[in-house]
């Protein structure tokens, strides 16, 4: 497609609701063109069932402060609602063509089927659609041999610079950003929801790098005192208010200023932003993997474990642990304390996947939407990564199920979140509260367990095996582990050759659902 005879720019905002360190913007300003920066809110995405109103709210914060950035900066944020081409299409007919820049969006397969269908209208209207990489994430990737290397080169680079002055294509209306509690986000009393905003966004940043960081190992796992210790900034990478670069590289800094001084107290901290940066990183390889495979999303992994579900799906089960009464007094009260926060520590996250998807054998891909809704920080791509490795249908990851009374008494000793949480079990002690149904006197509003534990940890098992036992499993797990298993990382300094990349890279990121 060619960028000449273009009156203008649009910048799409996505998953990227910031102007520092924006490339599609930077690049966009650099063509000399007037510039429409432009969000579309699409009334079809918000109907689907991954999707909520606690999405919305986070998103609002970020508009307006994305909003009030580009006046500053001389041009007004245009919001339009409705399809996607459509409105392209309307533009184009109202202010003549022109190029498109944005950045690359790993999103579910709604937005996946949107964005092949952005191109085709811009290939038959000669639209010039330039997408720039988000993250670590590495688009048109063959394997992942190199990827790691390609994702800390990304992370080495400079952080862009903020346009000083954008100069805005002129007499383009816009409409309001719908408010929090419109109808098209769906039922509002959500709970608290985590503020948007990338100056929210930065002052989490600087406390973590501060003070909050110095005890994230150790309380990376432990409800309720997580949410504090956690950088808690899931979300505004998730909504993009900050890019993974730039709190890569405020990270590094501080670890360098932290490593002048070798005290025992500054070698600890230094350990735990260590420890962080590897998650960083994480972060970015189970993205990736969404990025190759967009499929995970509907298909196990590996083929063998399609059906050992879906067949057994228990209603009953399946609303038990929605509402968090399911008998098990730490699943109850982190299913609880999700509803109620949007947020809660990833090993509270896989314990509720794995009692869902071990003791009461529901299939992922019902337990996955329902969770996505109440994540205030939901990726698509970490999201069903994880719930597919949390599950055992990777066929490449060890199966781990989670004992729901071993992680209540390492995680929560005393009982404090499970009683946060259940005040039905607000009077039992100490010795019971983990097991709250062996009290002598166990409470009478609040529920047995609803499976034997040991029972149906065994049968899971021997379903897991079963499959894994089956003809071609390894050859298939082989397939699987080729394309999206993790790789060995290696210095972000490595120079790639022109042969090493052609390799690396594919000529289309093409994928049958």
């Not at 985590?194 to 790098?209: D, K, N, P, T, Y």
């Not at 800094?253 to 107290?265: A, H, T, V």
């Amino acid at each position: 497609m060619s960028a000449t005879n273009a009156k203008f720019c649009i910048v799409w905002f996505k998953r990227d609701l910031r102007i520092a360190d924006h490339e599609p913007l930077a690049k966009a300003c650099a063509t000399g063109l007037p510039i429409l920066p432009l969000y579309i809110l699409e009334p079809t995405y918000w109907m689907l069932p991954d999707v909520s109103c606690r999405h919305w709210h986070f998103i609002y914060d970020s508009l307006c402060e994305l909003q009030n950035a580009l006046v500053q900066k001389g041009v007004p944020l245009i919001i339009r609602v409705g399809d996607v081409t459509e409105i392209f299409e309307n533009l184009r007919n109202q202010f003549g063509k022109f190029q498109l820049f944005s950045h690359e969006e790993t999103g579910n397969g709604w937005t996946y089927k949107r964005d092949r269908e952005v191109a085709a209208w811009c290939s038959s209207h000669g639209i010039f659609w330039k997408e720039f990489q988000s993250n670590g994430v590495v688009r048109k990737l063959v394997n992942r041999d190199l990827w790691a290397d390609l994702r800390n080169a990304a992370m080495c680079k400079l952080v862009i610079a903020t346009p000083q002055k954008i100069y805005a294509l002129p007499s383009v209306p816009t409409q309001e950003i719908p408010t929090k509690d419109h109808l098209m986000f769906g039922a509002t009393g959500i709970g608290n929801v985590q503020r948007g905003g990338r100056a929210q966004g930065l002052s989490i940043l600087e406390s973590f790098l501060k003070e909050r960081g110095r005890c994230y190992m150790q309380t990376i796992s432990k409800p309720g005192v997580s949410a504090r210790n956690c950088s808690r900034l899931s979300a505004h990478i998730s909504y993009g208010t900050l890019s993974i670069k730039e709190i890569e590289q405020a990270t590094r800094l501080k670890i360098k200023q932290l490593s002048q001084s070798r005290n025992e107290f500054n070698i600890s901290f230094v350990s735990n932003l260590s420890a962080f940066l590897s998650r960083l990183a994480w972060r970015c390889h189970f993205v990736q993997k969404l990025e190759q495979q967009p499929s995970i999303e509907f298909s196990c992994m590996h083929p063998a474990f399609e059906g050992m579900r879906e067949n057994q799906f228990n209603d009953r089960y399946f609303r038990a642990w929605q509402e968090g009464k399911t008998g098990y007094p730490l699943v109850d009260a982190c299913m609880r304390s999700l509803h109620q926060n949007g947020w809660i520590t990833f090993r509270m996250r896989a314990m509720l996947v794995s009692f869902a998807s071990y003791h009461l054998w529901l299939d992922w891909r019902q337990t996955a939407p329902f969770m996505a809704k109440l994540f205030t920080d939901y990726e698509p791509g970490i999201h069903y990564s994880q719930f597919q490795m949390q599950s055992g249908v990777t066929g490449i990851n060890a199966v781990r199920i989670y004992n729901p009374i071993k992680q209540s008494i390492d995680q929560d000793p005393e009982g404090t979140f499970i009683k946060r949480y259940v005040p039905e079990l607000g009077e039992v002690s100490k010795t019971w509260i983990h097991e709250s149904w062996r009290n002598p006197c166990p409470p009478k509003d609040y529920p047995k367990p609803i499976v034997d534990l040991v029972q149906a940890t065994k049968y899971a098992r021997d379903q897991i095996s079963s499959h894994h036992k089956t003809e071609g499993f390894r050859d298939d797990a082989n397939i699987v582990k080729q394309k999206l298993a993790s790789r060995k990382i290696t210095s972000p300094k490595r120079v790639f050759t022109k042969k090493q990349k052609d390799v690396t890279l594919s000529k289309q990121r093409e994928f049958k659902f």
